[in-house]
């Protein structure tokens, strides 16, 4: 079945340091892949997205490529800062699921970030 | 402003007496779902629902109810709560499921504890 695996955390950086949390997944058919943010005591939402191969998703100075030959979709960012501390989940979706399911996300276990002034 | 609601926010109650979780949502998204998250497990879906009228279980759905009766509205029923359901629960809804390039609108959350 489908499914997500994401580096466990949590993950300590130095502000103004470079952050790369690995995501890979397994599915079948095309899936679009995604990255949401929980910020502390809120709910989840949307980083960034790409739908395809060698898509690039981009927002707030983070990035994540579509690598189908690799199933991966690793979040980057070149300098973080403390306010980007906060839970991030991969997820995935299956475009090719039929009825119900194909509306689902299947997310990672998530990755705590912590960065330090 | 375009947002998922849910109440109560936080909650403590004894085991056995049922409670309600309520979600809307003001964005007429026709799919809505429910989460728990947990310490190690990350986001597990309970149930969600394609549209009014129609809803399906997620990856643990035991001991939870749902009902989609209007399109706004996707309560979360837990008849008889167990210890084991003490956890944060997520409403969220999007137009198609977010599974395709849709994307998914979450809930604040609530915290949710039976002794």
């Known amino acids: 079945g489908n499914s997500v695996t994401q580096m466990e955390g949590p993950v300590t950086l130095s502000e103004e340091a470079f952050l790369t949390i690995n995501c890979t997944y397994t599915?079948?058919?095309?899936?679009?892949l995604f990255w949401y943010v929980q910020y502390p005591g809120e709910g989840l939402q949307l980083l960034l997205k790409?739908?395809?191969?060698?898509d690039k998703g981009s927002n707030k100075g983070f990035e994540a490529t579509y690598r189908k030959e690799t199933t991966s979709f690793h979040l980057e960012k070149g300098s973080v800062q403390v306010s980007d501390s906060a839970v991030y989940f991969c997820?995935?979706?299956?475009?090719?699921?039929?009825?119900?399911?194909?509306?689902?996300?299947?997310f990672g276990k998530g990755t705590k970030l912590s960065v330090k002034p | 402003e375009a947002q998922v609601t849910q109440n109560p926010r936080y909650l403590i109650t004894v085991t056995g007496k049922k409670l309600t979780v309520t979600c809307s949502q003001n964005?007429?998204?026709?799919?809505m779902s429910w989460y728990r998250q947990d310490p190690g497990l990350g986001l597990r879906q309970i149930y969600y629902?394609?549209?009014?009228?129609?809803?399906d279980k997620g990856d643990v759905p035991e001991g939870y109810k749902v009902s989609r009766k209007e399109k706004r509205n996707f309560p979360l029923i837990l008849e008889s709560p167990s210890p084991n359901q003490t956890s944060l629960y997520f409403c969220?809804?999007?137009?198609?499921?977010?599974?395709?390039?849709?994307?998914?609108?979450f809930g604040e959350g609530s915290r949710l504890t039976v002794l």
């Open positions: 964005m007429n998204h026709e799919y």
């Open positions: 629902s394609m549209n009014v009228e129609v809803t």
């Open positions: 997820a995935l979706s299956d475009r090719s699921g039929y009825g119900g399911s194909q509306g689902n996300l299947i």
């Open positions: 790409a739908t395809k191969a060698d």
């Open positions: 599915a079948t058919g095309y899936p679009s």
């Open positions: 969220a809804s999007s137009f198609s499921g977010g599974g395709g390039t849709g994307e998914l609108f």
